[in-house]
């Protein structure tokens, strides 16, 4: 047995270089199906199926807090201890904050730079079950209060700043001008988004602001902290939910006023890390196995082609003895050298796919640096191979395994019958394909709408020439409390008043702001208030908002209209009355049925003795913050002289190119303070671009996989027709000898053309319409079963479809009467 396989291969081998044509055709066609399958299994795998890289990782939980309709809220310091130290359920709880600093005294970089870390429990390494590849980890000790900063660092930057350099360990650097001292390197494969380093906390629970020396631990107000817990072993997620729910229920009744409404949601920390990217995912898998399906059709396709040829071959064969088993299984060996060749190609493809879908999908996908073609890939890819041999082989193999012996040994002897069934073979075959490019197609052309719906919504300001940095001043050297008091010190007012200053006096500039938050850049910041004359209730929490810090030219360099009263100015400032610009979502909410310029609002107790209260004295146009797609949230906006803030985003608008004066900028930004980095610069329009990069992707692959399918359909039809004129040559003699015109034998091909279309294409619209369901979720303001989008993608693939037809039809009106006449058929 072994040596009849053998014998098949290398038969099957010698056949397959004899034929250089098909074979190159075949397995370029294989290797753009299994590649593109490959590379998004790939991507599947390692962000779906494979466990975090983490010790006994589906033990590790992520501890959301919710709030009345905020289903995704941090913890303040004291939730976290109560959490602490009240649980039964969990064997480790940890908690941290992002938080960016300005590096300096360490590495090659001359300038000063603003790195991106996390500020964590002391536990948090411990929690993970992840020990650092150079140096230690933190300690107990170094959780306590007064303790030293420590830092480690991520291999990458370890590798980027510190040349990789193993004495790093015990080199002293400042964050935000405090004195740090570098412990250790992560291992290469601990990767957190968009971390670099990490630093344990001053004050026991993570720090709310460097150098900030307040005690937090009793903060029951502003939370800020995220939440991490390892479930003790043998109990399970909705154990411990039930726990913390008594837990929360508790705390309730111990700060009625703070934890109305208040509670905790559980989720396995592997769903968080995934979040939304699943259902896209799986989408796209789904969509390059249709690929491969259509793939297997043309490939089977282009095989009984080649088989109709071997007529002879497969006749003799059998008259020597080779059963039908055999040449079926010789057939189904030539079509596995042909897929397993497709997809050592493939693989290759897939790499470059790879590297391509991480530049696209960075900021989209989660764990995406963690993909690669490995191990498992590649058994995968090998049974893919395999199975997708033995699909497209089978139909050709059964067809073609069965020769009428007496009709196939005659000199050009044909069966009808036999090339009748295989007609109705390859017919069906370029139906399947049509339908199913179909169902690709459609797909893509909603999604291509719904995006192109989305870039055109007005997000309430205009993105065009504006430039954006982000600063984030120490406070070490910027004293100030960081709670919206009023109590605040005049550095950080006469840093950032110096630079919109010279900033504003830079050739092309024509207005700067700051902002604490930009809009649709994926952060937000926000605070609960009162409202004067509404009283509070018990139990209730009062209105919270989100809030942006700003500065008087803010709504110039954005476009935003004013609606109603006035836009902050420069005499709002710290000794002038506390003022708030509202936006319409906010004034509609609160105050329905009035004018809601004069009303004022508090962020302090109104029941307490003298509450400061701030007076809104403008409304302005709604902007969209969190997406372009989201309907924009109540907003109301402070004056930066009045409160002011360390972190901050700069906004200038130019008349010129705004990346022109990125170097400009940070030259009179450092002029004020060298020690001070500016940190993502881009532009609005980049902004503006990344938060609809999941869209892009989706439509863009799921694009790319609709136009390979397109391309195949059509290089299918284009070979039905092919053989159909050949086999029809002696026909198509007779008719024109008899006075048909080349209309008339037009008219004979491209209709039987036409007919499989349409065929393919039916099938394809009831496919079109159960599938589609499945992007209601990607969609916006465009149905799943758009009519428009239907129709327009329907004509589009008759008409390609119909034009790949044309053209061997073309060919059969030109043929000479007598040479087809001649030709046996």
Same mark, same amino acid.
């Given at each position: 047995m072994i040596a009849d396989l053998w014998q098949d291969l290398r038969y099957g081998a010698r056949v397959l270089v004899k034929q250089p044509g098909f074979t190159l055709i075949a397995v370029l066609t294989l290797a753009l199906g299994i590649g593109a399958n490959t590379a998004i299994f790939s991507v599947v795998y390692h962000v779906l199926l494979k466990p975090l890289p983490y010790q006994d990782s589906e033990q590790l939980v992520w501890v959301w807090g919710e709030q009345a309709a905020r289903k995704q809220t941090p913890h303040t310091p004291a939730d976290f201890l109560d959490y602490q130290r009240r649980n039964q359920s969990f064997a480790q709880m940890a908690a941290d904050r992002n938080m960016s600093f300005a590096l300096g005294g360490a590495g090659q970089s001359a300038q000063p730079e603003r790195v991106d870390g996390r500020i964590v429990s002391a536990n948090y390494f411990v929690l993970l079950g992840v020990a650092p590849r150079l140096g230690r980890s933190f300690a107990p000790e170094d959780g306590q209060a007064g303790a030293a900063r420590l830092v480690l660092l991520s291999h990458r930057y370890w590798q980027q700043r510190f040349g990789g350099e193993a004495s790093v360990v015990g080199q002293s650097l400042t964050l935000s001008g405090e004195p740090a001292t570098i412990v250790g390197v992560m291992p290469p494969d601990f990767r957190e988004p968009g971390v670099n380093l990490w630093t344990n906390p001053r004050l026991i629970v993570p720090d709310f602001a460097t150098n900030l020396r307040d005690d937090l631990t009793s903060m029951r107000r502003n939370p800020y902290l995220s939440v991490m817990a390892r479930l003790k072993p043998g109990v399970t997620l909705p154990q411990a939910q039930a726990d913390m729910d008594a837990i929360s229920a508790g705390l309730r009744q111990e700060y009625p006023d703070l934890y109305g409404g208040k509670g905790v949601r559980?989720?396995?920390?592997? &769903?968080?890390?995934? @979040?939304? /990217? !699943?259902?896209t995912l799986l989408l796209l898998f789904g969509a390059v196995g249709l690929v491969l399906l259509i793939v297997c059709a043309n490939v089977a396709n282009l095989t009984m082609a080649r088989a109709a040829t071997r007529t002879k071959e497969f006749a003799l064969r059998a008259a020597l003895g080779a059963g039908r088993g055999r040449l079926i299984r010789q057939l189904l060996n030539e079509s596995v050298l042909l897929a397993v060749a497709g997809a050592a190609l493939g693989i290759f493809l897939s790499v470059w796919g790879l590297d391509l879908l991480k !530049?696209?999908?960075?900021?989209?996908?989660?764990?995406?640096?963690?993909?690669?073609?490995?191990?498992?890939?590649?058994?995968?890819?090998?049974?893919?191979?395999?199975?997708? @041999?033995?699909?497209?082989?089978?139909?050709?193999?059964?067809?073609?395994? !069965?020769? &009428?012996?007496?009709?196939?040994?005659?000199? @050009?002897?044909?069966?009808? /019958?036999?090339?009748?069934?295989?007609?109705?073979?390859?017919?069906?075959?370029?139906?399947?394909?049509?339908?199913?490019?179909?169902?690709?197609?459609?797909?893509?052309? *909603? *999604?291509?709408?719904?995006?192109?719906?989305v870039q055109n919504i007005d997000p309430g300001f205009d993105r065009k020439n504006i430039l954006t940095a982000e600063l984030d001043l120490p406070s070490s050297k910027y004293p100030g409390s960081a709670s919206p008091d009023y109590n605040k010190g005049a550095a950080i007012t006469n840093f950032w008043n110096e630079a919109l200053r010279r900033v504003q006096q830079l050739p092309g500039v024509e207005a700067v702001a700051f902002a604490n938050v930009l809009p649709l850049s994926g952060s937000n910041t926000d605070s609960s208030f009162s409202i004067e004359g509404r009283e509070m209730r018990p139990n209730e929490p009062g209105p919270d908002e989100e809030l942006r810090n700003i500065s008087p030219d803010y709504f110039r360099v954005l476009k935003t209209p004013l609606l109603r009263g006035r836009f902050l100015t420069e005499a709002d400032n710290a000794d002038a009355p506390p003022v708030v610009i509202i936006n319409e979502a906010l004034a509609k909410k609160y105050w329905p049925n009035e004018d809601a310029l004069g009303k004022r609002i508090t962020f302090s107790d109104p029941r307490k003795p003298n509450p400061k209260w701030v007076t809104v004295v403008g409304i302005i146009r709604s902007i969209r913050h969190r997406a372009l797609d989201v309907d924009p949230a109540p907003e109301y906006y402070l004056s930066l002289a009045q409160d002011p803030d360390r972190d901050m985003v700069l906004t200038v608008r130019s008349s010129q190119d705004p990346r022109s004066l990125a170097s400009a900028v940070r030259r009179e930004i450092q002029s004020i303070d060298p020690d001070q980095p500016l940190a993502n610069i881009r532009t609005l329009e980049d902004v503006t671009a990344e938060s609809v990069a999941p869209r892009r992707m989706s439509m863009v692959l799921l694009g790319a996989f609709a136009g390979i399918a397109l391309l195949l359909a059509s290089v299918g039809i284009y070979g039905v027709i092919s053989y159909l004129v050949v086999q029809r040559t002696h026909e198509i003699g007779v008719r024109m000898a008899l006075g048909a015109q080349r209309g008339d034998v037009l008219r004979l091909v491209v209709g039987h053309a036409a007919k499989l279309v349409g065929i393919g294409t039916i099938i394809g619209l009831v496919l079109a319409v159960f599938s589609t369901r499945t992007l209601s979720s990607f969609l916006y303001t465009v149905g799943a079963f758009d009519l428009a989008t239907f129709l327009v993608v329907t004509i589009a693939l008759g008409a390609v479809a119909l034009l790949a037809s044309y053209i061997p039809a073309l060919r059969a009106t030109r043929a000479d009467p007598m040479i087809a006449l001649s030709h046996n058929g």
């Amino acid at each position: 047995m072994i040596a009849d396989l053998w014998q098949d291969l290398r038969y099957g081998a010698r056949v397959l270089v004899k034929q250089p044509g098909f074979t190159l055709i075949a397995v370029l066609t294989l290797a753009l199906g299994i590649g593109a399958n490959t590379a998004i299994f790939s991507v599947v795998y390692h962000v779906l199926l494979k466990p975090l890289p983490y010790q006994d990782s589906e033990q590790l939980v992520w501890v959301w807090g919710e709030q009345a309709a905020r289903k995704q809220t941090p913890h303040t310091p004291a939730d976290f201890l109560d959490y602490q130290r009240r649980n039964q359920s969990f064997a480790q709880m940890a908690a941290d904050r992002n938080m960016s600093f300005a590096l300096g005294g360490a590495g090659q970089s001359a300038q000063p730079e603003r790195v991106d870390g996390r500020i964590v429990s002391a536990n948090y390494f411990v929690l993970l079950g992840v020990a650092p590849r150079l140096g230690r980890s933190f300690a107990p000790e170094d959780g306590q209060a007064g303790a030293a900063r420590l830092v480690l660092l991520s291999h990458r930057y370890w590798q980027q700043r510190f040349g990789g350099e193993a004495s790093v360990v015990g080199q002293s650097l400042t964050l935000s001008g405090e004195p740090a001292t570098i412990v250790g390197v992560m291992p290469p494969d601990f990767r957190e988004p968009g971390v670099n380093l990490w630093t344990n906390p001053r004050l026991i629970v993570p720090d709310f602001a460097t150098n900030l020396r307040d005690d937090l631990t009793s903060m029951r107000r502003n939370p800020y902290l995220s939440v991490m817990a390892r479930l003790k072993p043998g109990v399970t997620l909705p154990q411990a939910q039930a726990d913390m729910d008594a837990i929360s229920a508790g705390l309730r009744q111990e700060y009625p006023d703070l934890y109305g409404g208040k509670g905790v949601r559980l989720v396995a920390l592997h &769903e968080f890390v995934v @979040g939304n /990217t !699943k259902l896209t995912l799986l989408l796209l898998f789904g969509a390059v196995g249709l690929v491969l399906l259509i793939v297997c059709a043309n490939v089977a396709n282009l095989t009984m082609a080649r088989a109709a040829t071997r007529t002879k071959e497969f006749a003799l064969r059998a008259a020597l003895g080779a059963g039908r088993g055999r040449l079926i299984r010789q057939l189904l060996n030539e079509s596995v050298l042909l897929a397993v060749a497709g997809a050592a190609l493939g693989i290759f493809l897939s790499v470059w796919g790879l590297d391509l879908l991480k !530049k696209i999908g960075a900021r989209t996908i989660p764990r995406l640096a963690e993909v690669n073609v490995d191990l498992v890939v590649l058994i995968v890819t090998a049974v893919v191979a395999v199975g997708t @041999g033995i699909l497209f082989g089978l139909i050709p193999a059964f067809a073609s395994a !069965k020769p &009428e012996l007496t009709e196939a040994l005659k000199e @050009g002897g044909r069966s009808s /019958t036999t090339g009748a069934r295989r007609n109705q073979v390859r017919n069906s075959l370029v139906v399947a394909e049509i339908a199913l490019a179909l169902v690709l197609l459609v797909g893509a052309g *909603l *999604l291509l709408k719904s995006y192109a719906r989305v870039q055109n919504i007005d997000p309430g300001f205009d993105r065009k020439n504006i430039l954006t940095a982000e600063l984030d001043l120490p406070s070490s050297k910027y004293p100030g409390s960081a709670s919206p008091d009023y109590n605040k010190g005049a550095a950080i007012t006469n840093f950032w008043n110096e630079a919109l200053r010279r900033v504003q006096q830079l050739p092309g500039v024509e207005a700067v702001a700051f902002a604490n938050v930009l809009p649709l850049s994926g952060s937000n910041t926000d605070s609960s208030f009162s409202i004067e004359g509404r009283e509070m209730r018990p139990n209730e929490p009062g209105p919270d908002e989100e809030l942006r810090n700003i500065s008087p030219d803010y709504f110039r360099v954005l476009k935003t209209p004013l609606l109603r009263g006035r836009f902050l100015t420069e005499a709002d400032n710290a000794d002038a009355p506390p003022v708030v610009i509202i936006n319409e979502a906010l004034a509609k909410k609160y105050w329905p049925n009035e004018d809601a310029l004069g009303k004022r609002i508090t962020f302090s107790d109104p029941r307490k003795p003298n509450p400061k209260w701030v007076t809104v004295v403008g409304i302005i146009r709604s902007i969209r913050h969190r997406a372009l797609d989201v309907d924009p949230a109540p907003e109301y906006y402070l004056s930066l002289a009045q409160d002011p803030d360390r972190d901050m985003v700069l906004t200038v608008r130019s008349s010129q190119d705004p990346r022109s004066l990125a170097s400009a900028v940070r030259r009179e930004i450092q002029s004020i303070d060298p020690d001070q980095p500016l940190a993502n610069i881009r532009t609005l329009e980049d902004v503006t671009a990344e938060s609809v990069a999941p869209r892009r992707m989706s439509m863009v692959l799921l694009g790319a996989f609709a136009g390979i399918a397109l391309l195949l359909a059509s290089v299918g039809i284009y070979g039905v027709i092919s053989y159909l004129v050949v086999q029809r040559t002696h026909e198509i003699g007779v008719r024109m000898a008899l006075g048909a015109q080349r209309g008339d034998v037009l008219r004979l091909v491209v209709g039987h053309a036409a007919k499989l279309v349409g065929i393919g294409t039916i099938i394809g619209l009831v496919l079109a319409v159960f599938s589609t369901r499945t992007l209601s979720s990607f969609l916006y303001t465009v149905g799943a079963f758009d009519l428009a989008t239907f129709l327009v993608v329907t004509i589009a693939l008759g008409a390609v479809a119909l034009l790949a037809s044309y053209i061997p039809a073309l060919r059969a009106t030109r043929a000479d009467p007598m040479i087809a006449l001649s030709h046996n058929g």
